[in-house]
């Protein structure tokens, strides 16, 4: 059927001018838009056109330089200079000058805000561009590192960059041309001014569209697409087996972690022993093997995700009493803390009304709400009774925002630095009275220990002091529980390696298989046709 | 022409009415754009930026009556506004994209299994006791038991991916250019064999029952065997006399089913990744993109009402009757 | 036979073998006849045996298949087995019990909808046949503007927008689904009310409701019999079909749910047959026997569409000759 | 004779249509129509006269839109009792016997209905007693008390018709064509019947029917209607042996007769015909000054006794110009007068 | 009479239904002869219809020929072929049905209907069918431009005349006539009556009249038959039986006609629920009357009736 038919025979020189495929499921058409600024644009607008200064991979957890050959804050921590690739030319000929840069950013904190700690960013000459803080921000290399960088001499030309399509991209990446477009697929050629020539192994990238998983995984199981990158039902079974010797996948728990979050304004939430005994009543094994068909492993002690691996305290990560499934210790804590269980096996709340609590779920997520069931069944084993609710997301997702819920599954922060990360999981910034509309701390926990760390961490850009910071930071995670870990959601990723080579493998790991991930253009310079 | 004056009078007054629903039907669900984006991707707004999509996408905080004047107004004047789920493209363009696929799967299909379905009703109740008669009705109720998707999904993995017969996503094979080319043409062709063959197996039961069931009502009328006695041939009898005004409740089925044909094959559209509205719908109501969904709504409401205003001038043409009722 | 007294001059014979053996082909059969024939119709009791048997299964689900159905009760993704008749699912739950289980939802959802919506759709068309005036066009145009209003859309619109759970199923597809049988009873219940017995009714002192319900709606009995039919056939689809999409409450076990899940776990790609299979064959199996009643209901009341003996090869005007 | 019911310039005209079309059908104009105690009046007129909306008016089914209609001298409306007071004394009886019982009750269900509604019996053994009593007044086995409609004859549902308006011990019935449906050779027997019960009862009949001989053969009276008019009006026999109005002369004419076989002139008839639907189609040009006046007048027929009148702008007396020595008021061509007739014939079909 | 155009011998008609079988014609014989108006009249459902049907081989399933035979013109009508019998039907004989106002089809004019007879017969162009059409009506008197007209457009009377004048189309030497009138008025009855009477003088074709109204019958018709229950009980001259009836049936049925003149009579008809069983076969009375014999049963009871 399609072009993208491939078997092991298929001769190198078809291989050679073949285009990389991937499917995307969750857009069942693609519209031309290849603004970088909106949240709707086409796929590979920021890996493939649009390129950053930098590039921080979680699966090895270094950082590779890009756009920009060099960085350094000054000592006072308020300034970040950045000094760009010499060479490196927009797809259309032009130069990429530090200018191109700090439109980037004057058009960005227009268009979409953010980045309020900014106070300038000049090019300071045609490689610099100096970037100037308002306060202590450690973590903004990454936000600022990771930007996908525009051209001024385009975009300024462009009446309303909010509302631009930018039908014909001009950027510096690996693969700017669209050479076909249509609804369900498009094309996307060599940039013929790229910076590394030597990287442009394969002729070009076709995305194609699905209106859901399953179409997508047809077409991966028939050997249409070259990449997987979505969730794939029992893998070896429906995809792998299918030619073991070319199909591989690669799961790295480096996404977010997904929590099982509960709102801590509430009783019996705001015991810390209750959220302790809920978390050693769930079975995260079970949890991760019928909810994540075993993708994934149990989140352990530390509640951070692999793409935190190099942060994370050793010495804590098994030593804490709550992350395996207990269920004699779960009853003996709930007793403990006053939630006795009655004759009918079903617990009271101190004040004598049944333990029962709804969880809010999106009913679109067929797997978090497997998840949940399985968190159900656990908590009726220590006489909890939880009612899986799951109605469309945008009504939970509005119960979350204004506190309105008991409990409820998201997935945290997953920045380059665990300074989000617990920024939005304990400060006491974040946490909005009940009622109000917040967009990052659901559970509403806040711990002025921990907004000290956060400071100290923002403050400085020694890593060292800053693991140490975490390390704290983990320790208060441990005692508080803000929210119960269920393990790190992995990064979905699978290939078929017939056509092309060079794949980022778990022994390989310089960048993840996501597709939609900064490390994705990792991936395009480095493949070539077998 | 009065009739259809006063057809045309209800037409509008529905048309109000379903307007005035998909005014009110998003209005009602918790919930914005914005944070409904948020909970489907792993993407991290921060607060403000959150604040700045919803400043940028225009949410609208007038008073609900405010909105509806100007709702009503933009409608009249056929301005859709953006796509949210799509911004910064226009509705119309995010519609004008899928319109052409979703009438090519639907009318073709619609048109097949009307076709084929009322000629298997005439010739069932012309032979009654035939086995076109006796065998074919339980066999294709027994079809069109089924879960559509089932079906769907049942052919889509037996043709289309373990035979290998037909391809099993989308409209043409990607990388085409589209235009009149005989390559592109035949791809579309056997791009749409599938999921038009699910639609046509399901509902042409329903066409050949029926015109089964009014072909022996009319095969018992009074110019039926006046034809026959006037020694007509068989054939004349069943078309010129029978089938003639057999068709009579066809044509409305027909016309309020070519009407739903702009709704979309939404099942059809999933489960073989064909491109339509029917999914954009469901994108569109799930993304709570209000100017998408009162656009296809509106388009779909229209076109239900067009075909059916058309039917009844058709019907008007066919039925001499209405015309002085 | 007895002798009944004289009448007009000649004496009448009269009695049950008296009663002429030729009347008009045309009567209208009574009810009576109508419960008679659908007994002794081959489709309709094949029909209603796979319908109750069904409707036994799902009532006897929690004593066939004890406890939650979606608990993990075998292995992932097991084949038909001793253990688990009919398999388990990818996630490890038995087959069998989903599926009894799921017949609990379909046949309520399926059920409750198909007699909500043929009383709703009674009540219009019979008030808006009943009173006529201003009711009936008040009444009419609300039936036809619910029968334009696209009714798919629609039902993804209300099932996203509602909290999910069979309350919202149930009233979604209620709302999408009486127009169509009240706009077949109203003109049904309009030409029955033509009726001179109804005119006679009225002449009798007899009051407006009680001729709505003793005079006028016996005799659309077979027709609400099968908007009935239709109605629960679209409504068990219909919810299905909600579910497959996602728009349903995949929390709860349906067949649409069974199937959602199937779909979302692969099943066929994996090959799990045993998981896609039942659900589906379920539905159909259900829709089909309602839809053999429905053909029954239709050959009962109008004699024509009965199967006829005698095929001819020559056309349809067939000749008897001894 | 006092009259048990008087219909006094009642007119009817149907609106039809919606809000985007209207449509009228003046059914009935200003009719007047008297029923003496224990008379029976037949009304006779082609098809879609009006006849059986008069019928529907008096029986409270239509509402007339000018007009009155009194019983024993009080509008109907005005009856004691209301609507079903006003019922326990009119009754009707309609054309179809196949429609007019519904097929799913049974023949007991239809009688006792009526008893019930208006208390007519007390307890059951009463009420079972009347049954039966009705079924032999009606010429009745009492066991078809317990069959369905369709195991009756034409004849026998009729007559169950009868019974169900005899229940009530009406003053007054109205039996719109209730033998035209029925088979030629048990018509007589309902009529026998019929006349039976206003000798035996003294109930007042407004029999409806488009058959002049059986009018003939059963009415005191026999009134003639046309197009939504009564024309003529008088003593049956006296009314159907001199047909003053060109209209009931048509009519008679029209009634075949064994006993002139083979003298069949469709010449004269289309004659006729031509000339009263010409007349009527165009009332004020007559040609005779009695024709100046807006309203047509009742002239009186024959022997006063007879009670016979005409109301015609064309009525002349037959002393003075002979046979209905008229003019065909317009149209000569057969075709035309053709036409015109049929389609007032078809207004009906 | 000179020589018969149909002969219809022991005829035999069965209708199977589900619980039991009726036989709505048993073993009837008549012929008709050229120019001859010949009535058949009879209570409802006694079989008329399902004589008339049968002459033009229109049954269906559930109605049998079990036994008998037809011939036309000395050709056998039940052996026809189906082409044959295309050509046989309306060219021979032609017939108006029952409800004249529903054996139109409403969606072809009247000027498509008519011509399809011409075009499927002579196989002549749609012109030339429009134009005998046309010529069709002027023979009933209906302006040509009505062709263009549907049924519905017309009043009934119309409708009928035009199905008339479809019926002698091809000058067939048959036209049958089954209660072409009983839906009309008296007075349209009467014009319609006349018509067939002034076609049937100018063409000359024979008639098989159906109908239960005596009167007319009588005032039309040469032959008569009197039907009941699928046989015949009477036959003979029209003014004959009219005059001296033999069998208690077709008395009861002359005696149902009050007439029009004279002074009233009570007359009886015939009672509810009297059922004639066992009728046997015809046997002459007199010269050209034939008359069933009464079963003894039934001869005792009306006897004892006549005498009450
Ligand atoms: N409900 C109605 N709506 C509109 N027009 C009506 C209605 N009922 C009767 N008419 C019209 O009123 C006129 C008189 O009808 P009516 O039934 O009284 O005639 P009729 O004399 O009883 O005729 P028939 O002998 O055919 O029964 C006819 O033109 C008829 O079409
Ligand atoms: N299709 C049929 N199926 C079963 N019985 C039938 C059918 N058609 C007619 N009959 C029966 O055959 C008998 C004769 O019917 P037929 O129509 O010939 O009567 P008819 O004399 O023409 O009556 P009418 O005067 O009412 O037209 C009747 O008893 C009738 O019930
Ligand atoms: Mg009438
Ligand atoms: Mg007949």
Not at chain 1, 230 to 257: A, K, L, V
Request: aromatic share 8%; hydrophobic share 45%.
């Amino acid at each position: 059927s399609g072009t993208a038919t491939t078997s092991a025979s298929t001769p190198a020189a078809d291989n050679a001018t073949a285009l990389l495929t991937i499917p995307r499921e969750d857009m069942g058409t693609f519209t031309r838009n290849f603004n970088p600024f909106s949240p709707n644009a086409a796929p590979m607008t920021t890996q493939a056109i649009h390129e950053s200064m930098l590039i921080y991979n979680p699966a090895a957890g270094n950082t590779v330089p890009w756009l920009a050959t060099e960085w350094a804050a000054s000592d006072d921590n308020r300034t970040l200079t950045f000094t760009l690739r010499d060479g490196v030319q927009w797809s259309d000929g032009e130069p990429l000058v530090a200018d191109d840069v700090a439109y980037t950013f004057e058009l960005q904190k227009e268009i979409m805000g953010g980045f309020e700690y900014l106070d300038s960013v000049t090019a300071s000459d045609a490689h610099t561009v100096v970037f100037t803080f308002s306060r202590d921000y450690s973590p903004a290399l990454y936000e600022i590192g990771q930007m996908p960088i525009v051209p001024k001499h385009v975009w300024e030309a462009i009446e309303d960059p909010a509302k631009a399509t930018n039908e014909t991209p001009v950027g510096t990446g690996p693969y700017t041309e669209i050479t076909n477009f249509a609804a369900q697929s498009f094309t996307l050629g060599k940039n013929p001014h790229y910076w590394q020539p030597d990287a442009q192994h394969i002729e070009g990238i076709k995305m194609l569209a699905f209106a859901g998983n399953d179409g997508a995984n047809l077409a991966a199981a028939n050997g249409d697409v070259d990449w997987a990158p979505q969730y794939i039902p029992n893998i070896e079974r429906t995809f792998i087996s299918r030619d073991p010797e070319h199909r591989h996948y690669w799961f790295p728990p480096t996404g977010s972690m997904i929590n099982f979050m509960v709102n801590t304004t509430k009783a019996p939430f705001n015991d810390v022993n209750v959220r302790k005994a809920l978390s050693m009543a769930i079975d995260r094994e079970q949890i991760v093997s019928v909810g994540m068909s075993g993708y994934t492993e149990p989140a352990d002690c530390t509640g951070l995700s692999g793409s935190y691996e190099t942060w994370k305290d050793a010495s804590l990560q098994d030593s804490c009493d709550w992350i395996e499934r207990d269920v004699d210790a779960a009853n003996a804590l709930l007793d403990e803390a006053g939630y006795p269980k009655g004759a009918d096996g079903q617990r009271t709340l101190p004040d004598g009304s049944p333990f029962t609590f709804d969880f809010s779920v999106g009913s679109t997520s067929s797997d978090w709400v497997s998840v949940a069931n399985v968190i159900s069944q656990n908590l009726a084993d220590v006489g909890i009774t939880m009612t899986v609710d799951a109605p469309d997301w945008s009504a939970v997702v509005a119960g979350y925002e204004t506190g309105d819920f008991d409990s409820g599954i998201v997935w945290s922060s997953n920045d380059p630095t665990p300074y989000q990360y617990y920024l939005n999981l304990m400060s006491p910034t974040k946490v909005k009275p009940v009622g109000e509309q917040t967009h990052d701390n659901y559970g509403r926990f806040g711990s002025a220990d921990a907004q000290a760390l956060l400071d100290q961490f923002a403050a400085t850009q020694d890593e060292e002091t800053q693991h140490e910071i975490v390390d704290d930071l983990q320790a208060l995670y441990g005692q508080e529980l803000p929210t119960i870990p269920l393990f790190p959601g992995p990064e979905w990723g699978a290939y078929n390696d017939s056509r092309f080579v060079g794949w980022p493998t778990a022994d390989d790991p310089y960048a993840t298989l996501g597709t939609r991930a900064p490390t994705t253009v990792l991936v395009l310079t480095t493949l070539e046709p077998r | 022409m009065r009739y259809l004056t006063r057809r045309l009078g209800f037409y509008l007054v529905a048309f109000w009415v379903s307007v005035t629903l998909n005014f009110m039907l998003p209005r009602f669900m918790p919930g914005d754009p914005v944070s409904r984006m948020m909970a489907r991707s792993t993407n991290q707004l921060s607060s403000d930026q959150i604040v700045q999509l919803q400043r940028l996408f225009g949410l609208d905080d007038r008073p609900l009556w405010q909105q509806y004047v100007s709702y009503l107004d933009d409608m009249i004047h056929g301005r859709m506004g953006v796509s949210i789920s799509r911004f910064p493209t226009p509705v119309v363009e995010v519609i004008g994209s899928q319109i052409g696929w979703t009438l090519l799967l639907g009318g073709t299909s619609l048109v097949i299994a009307a076709l084929v379905g009322n000629l298997l009703g005439i010739v069932a109740a012309w032979r009654r006791g035939g086995w076109i008669d006796s065998f074919l009705p339980p066999v294709l109720i027994f079809v069109g038991s089924f879960p559509y998707f089932w079906l769907a999904m049942g052919a889509l993995w037996v043709f289309g991916l373990s035979l290998g017969w037909f391809p099993i996503r989308h409209a043409f094979d990607d990388g085409l250019q589209p235009g009149l080319s005989p390559e592109f043409l035949g791809s579309v062709a056997t791009h749409l064999f599938l999921p038009a063959l699910t639609i046509v197996l399901v509902s042409i039961g329903g066409w050949m029952l029926g015109m089964r069931n009014t072909m022996i009502a009319t095969n018992s009328e009074d110019y039926i065997t006046m034809a026959q006695a006037k020694g007509l041939r068989p054939s004349r009898i069943i078309f010129r006399y029978a089938a003639r005004n057999a068709m009579l409740p066809a044509v409305t089925s027909f016309g309020m089913s070519l009407g739903f044909v702009v709704g979309g094959a939404l099942l059809t559209e999933t489960v073989f990744a064909y491109p339509g509205v029917g999914y954009q719908l469901l994108a569109a109501v799930q993304g709570l993109d209000y100017p998408l969904m009162q656009g296809l709504f509106l388009i779909i409401t229209s076109a239900v009402l067009v075909a059916n205003f058309l039917v009844d001038i058709v019907y008007v043409r066919l039925d001499p009757r209405v015309r002085v009722s | 036979m007895t002798t009944a007294p004289t009448i007009d001059g000649l004496r009448a014979e009269t009695g049950e073998d008296a009663v002429p053996a030729v009347t008009r082909p045309a009567v209208r059969r009574p009810n009576r006849s109508f419960v008679h024939g659908l007994l002794t119709n081959r489709k309709a009791t094949f029909g209603a045996g796979v319908v109750l048997l069904f409707i036994a299964l799902a009532l006897l689900a929690p004593v066939l298949a004890p406890g939650d159905p979606m608990r993990i009760t075998g292995a992932i993704g097991e084949e038909p087995s001793a253990a688990h008749w009919l398999g388990t699912t990818a996630k490890g739950q038995d087959v069998l019990a989903l599926t009894l289980h799921g017949a609990r939802s379909s046949l309520f959802v399926g059920f409750t909808v198909g007699i909500l919506a043929t009383v709703l759709g009674v009540g219009v068309g019979l008030a808006s046949a009943f009173f006529g005036k201003v009711v009936d066009e008040v009444l009419s145009l609300v039936t036809n503007v619910f029968l334009l209003v696209p009714s798919l859309p629609l039902l993804v619109i209300l099932a996203a927008f509602l909290p999910p759970g069979l309350t919202t199923v149930i009233l979604v597809l209620v709302l999408t689904g009486w127009a169509g049988s009240a706009r077949v009873l109203r003109s049904q219940a309009l030409s029955i009310k033509a009726k001179d017995f109804v005119a006679a009714a009225q002449v009798s002192g007899e009051r407006p409701w009680r001729i709505m319900v003793a005079e006028i709606l016996p005799n659309m009995a077979s027709i609400v019999m099968g908007t009935l039919l239709g109605c629960v056939i679209g409504a068990i689809g219909a919810q299905a079909g909600l579910e497959f999409l996602g728009l349903g409450d995949i929390s709860r076990v349906s067949w649409g749910t069974n199937l959602y899940w199937a779909g979302n776990e692969g099943a066929l790609m994996t090959g799990a047959w045993w998981v896609f299979v039942p659900s589906g064959f379920a539905i159909a199996a259900v829709a089909f026997a309602l839809a053999m009643i429905n053909y029954a209901v239709d050959e009962v009341t109008n004699p024509r569409l009965r199967k006829v003996k005698h095929a001819g090869r020559t056309g349809r005007r067939e000749e008897g000759r001894a | 004779m006092n009259a048990v019911l008087s219909v006094e310039g009642v007119s009817k005209t149907f609106r039809g249509g919606s809000l985007f079309r209207r449509t009228s059908v003046a059914a009935l104009t200003d009719v007047d129509l008297e029923l003496g105690a224990g008379e029976i009046v037949a009304l006779v007129g082609e098809s879609g006269s009006g006849k059986s909306t008069l019928a529907r008016c008096i029986a409270r089914l239509e509402r007339p839109d000018a007009g009155r209609i009194l019983l024993e001298g009080t509008p109907t409306d005005r009856v004691a009792g209301g609507a079903r007071g006003y019922r326990s004394r009119v009754q009707m009886v309609f054309q179809d016997p196949f429609g007019s019982l519904n097929p799913v009750h049974r023949t007991e269900h239809f009688l006792r209905r009526p008893l019930e509604i208006h208390h007519v019996t007390r307890g059951e053994q009463e009420t079972a007693a009347m049954l039966e009593e009705l079924m032999l007044t009606v010429g009745l086995e009492p066991d078809m008390l317990h069959s369905y409609p369709h195991e009756l004859s034409g004849g026998q549902r009729q007559r169950v018709a009868i019974a169900r308006a005899l229940a009530v011990r009406p003053q007054v019935i109205l039996a719109d064509e209730p033998t035209s449906m029925l088979d030629v050779s048990v018509r007589i027997g309902v009529l026998n019947l019929m006349r039976r019960l206003r000798d035996e009862q003294g109930i007042s009949m407004l029999y409806i029917t488009h058959d002049l001989a059986s009018a003939r053969y059963l009415a005191d009276r026999t009134a003639v209607m046309f197009a939504g008019e009564i024309v003529e009006s008088g003593e049956s026999l006296a009314l159907l042996a001199q047909p003053a109005h060109p209209y009931t002369e048509l009519l008679v004419s029209a009634v075949p007769d064994p006993e002139r076989a083979g003298t069949f002139d469709p010449d004269a008839r289309a004659a006729l015909r031509r000339r009263v639907l010409a007349a009527e189609s165009c009332p004020f040009e007559g040609g005779d000054e009695a024709c100046s006046a807006t309203e047509p007048v009742r002239h009186q027929v024959g022997d006063p006794a007879d009670r016979h009148w005409a109301r015609c702008h064309l009525y002349r007396p037959r002393a003075t110009s002979g046979a209905n020595a008229l003019t065909a008021g317009g149209t000569d061509a057969a075709a035309a007068g053709g036409v015109l007739g049929a389609d007032r014939d078809g207004v009906a079909a | 009479m000179s020589g018969s155009v149909l002969e219809v011998r022991d005829l035999v008609v069965t209708y199977t239904g589900d619980v039991r079988t009726t036989t709505a014609v048993d073993h009837v014989s008549f012929s008709i002869g050229e120019r001859e108006i010949f009535g058949l009249a009879g209570e409802s459902g006694c079989g008329k219809s399902t004589i008339a049907n049968a002459v033009m081989r229109l049954l269906t399933y559930p109605a049998r020929i079990d036994a008998g035979s037809i011939s036309f013109g000395g050709q056998d009508v039940l052996g026809l072929s189906a082409a044959e019998l295309r050509r046989f039907r309306w060219s021979q004989v032609a017939m108006v049905f029952q409800s004249a106002m529903n054996s139109l089809n409403p969606v072809l004019t009247i000027g498509e209907q008519m011509g399809d007879i011409f075009t499927e017969h002579t196989g002549c162009t749609r012109r030339s069918a429009r134009a005998q059409a046309g010529e069709l009506l002027d023979l009933v008197q209906i302006d040509r431009s009505r062709l263009r007209s549907y049924p519905h457009q017309l009043s009934g009377g119309m409708r009928q005349r035009v199905v008339i004048a479809m019926a002698v189309a091809l000058r067939p030497r048959l036209l049958i006539l089954d209660e072409p009138t009983t839906a009309l008025d008296v007075v349209v009855q009467q014009e319609i009556m006349a018509q067939i009477a002034q076609l049937q003088a100018e063409l000359g074709f024979s008639v098989l009249f159906i109908t239960h109204d005596m009167s007319l019958m009588v005032e039309l018709s040469d032959q008569m038959a009197v039907m009941y229950a699928g046989r015949f009980v009477e036959q003979g001259p029209s003014a004959a039986l009219m005059h001296h009836p033999v069998h208690p049936y077709t008395r009861a049925l002359m005696n149902a006609f009050p007439p029009l003149t004279g002074p009233r009579v009570p007359l009886a008809g015939l009672a509810e629920g009297v059922r004639f069983r066992d009728i046997g076969d015809l046997a002459e009375v007199a010269p050209g009357r034939w008359a069933a014999p009464l079963s003894d049963a039934d001869r005792v009871r009306f006897e004892k009736e006549m005498s009450a």
